[in-house]
């Protein structure tokens, strides 16, 4: 019987200064599971989502994460009035020891169905979280 060592990895961003167009400020945390060769191909998971103008949050929201150009949040389903449509583009790829500033002409946003909070955003990045000694958080396994 062989053998089968597999590397994996996590590392943990942040929603840093994702301010909308009204001034009201957009937070979160996620973290992105792979393995240690490839990246790209790995698994995210929000552990936190704090969207202004809903009580949707990481649970009740669905996210797909294209690592190296969009994070995509969408509300799943026809609900009248409560929709949620918000995609943040990458300026760069996220990389397991760097973060990217969100393109502020392509993100945009749609909150509450029907244009009710619709619009761009004013500023904001994803960044490395750190584990409060300015250290990126970063943790790693090892499975056999």
Known sequence: MTAFSAHAATVHYT???IILEDGTQMT???SWSYETDDFENGIGQFTSLDIPHTTHDHETLTV???IG???EITLPGDIHDAGVDINLVLIQAL???SSSQIDLLAS???IGGNGFHAGLFLSGSISLATNG???IFKSGFESE
């Open 95 to 97: 990389m397991p020891t």
């Open 133 to 135: 000694d300015d250290e």
């Open 28 to 30: 979160g945390t996620f």
């Open 69 to 71: 150009k969009s994070i």
């Open 64 to 66: 797909s994460f294209d």
């Open 108 to 110: 945009k946003y749609d």
């Open 15 to 17: 929603l840093e200064n």
